[in-house]
């Protein structure tokens, strides 16, 4: 499969998630003149769409720039990249547990629906581990200005937002406003974590251009 593919095939699946967390949405029940209130009551809604939207986004962002060091594939990527977006495509399951139980109030049912969302967003950062630790030990698949001091800088970047998702379901037993907070640290971290990503890809690439030999003019 060519990287072009590869890509297009992820990019879909992007796409089409983000399409499905839409649909959550739906015109409440009102009575006429009270529309506001109706829509009011939907905030859960909007809050969980919000940060699963931002989670997805940052993602996205993450897939497309990481794999575009990549300067071919083969079967263990394609594999690993297969798990990557299934982890990713269950996020709009918890997002919409989450929404329903934050608009019924009911403490037991938030605990459950952040522990899910939360053991989906550690699932989603443990295969972005094994991702980066396979493309670690087959260099041959980078492009050459991706050096092992690249991968340093962001191997545990995944295994640190696994962290912030532990402490968050630990936090779901004694207190689901932290628990929530966590969720959207680890979240957070992932979108300052692809900055750092990037800036190093841009640094990488500038260093790979090779400088113009000086020519000494002509008397």
């Known amino acids: 499969m060519s990287i072009s593919r590869f ?23 009102y009575t006429v003149g009270h529309l506001a209130a109706a829509v009011l009551k939907q905030w859960p809604t909007m809050a969980a769409y919000i940060v699963s939207y931002f989670y997805v986004g940052t993602l996205w962002l993450f897939h497309h720039d990481y794999f575009n060091t990549l300067k071919k594939i083969d079967r263990g990527v394609n594999i690993l990249n297969l798990l990557l977006l299934f982890s990713i495509t269950l996020i709009d399951y918890p997002m919409s547990l989450v ?6 109030g009911n403490v037991a049912d938030m605990r459950l629906a952040f522990i899910l969302y939360d053991l989906v967003a550690l699932f989603v950062s443990m295969t972005f581990f094994f991702m980066y630790l396979y493309l670690h030990r087959h260099m041959d698949l980078k492009a050459a200005h991706v050096t092992t001091d690249f991968y340093t800088t962001i191997k545990f970047d995944p295994l640190r937002s696994v962290a912030i998702y532990g402490a968050s379901i630990v936090a779901a037993f004694f207190s ?11 979240i957070l971290f992932h979108f300052f974590a692809y900055l750092r990503m990037s800036g190093n890809l841009r640094k990488a690439k500038v260093k790979k251009i090779p400088t113009p030999p000086r020519q000494d003019s002509e008397h």
């Open 99 to 104: 929404a329903h139980t934050l608009a019924t």
């Open 176 to 186: 689901i406003p932290l628990s929530a907070l966590l969720l959207i640290l680890g």
């Open 7 to 29: 890509q297009a095939f992820s990019d879909g699946v992007f796409a089409i998630l983000i399409t499905i967390l839409v649909l959550n949405f739906s015109v409440p029940e």
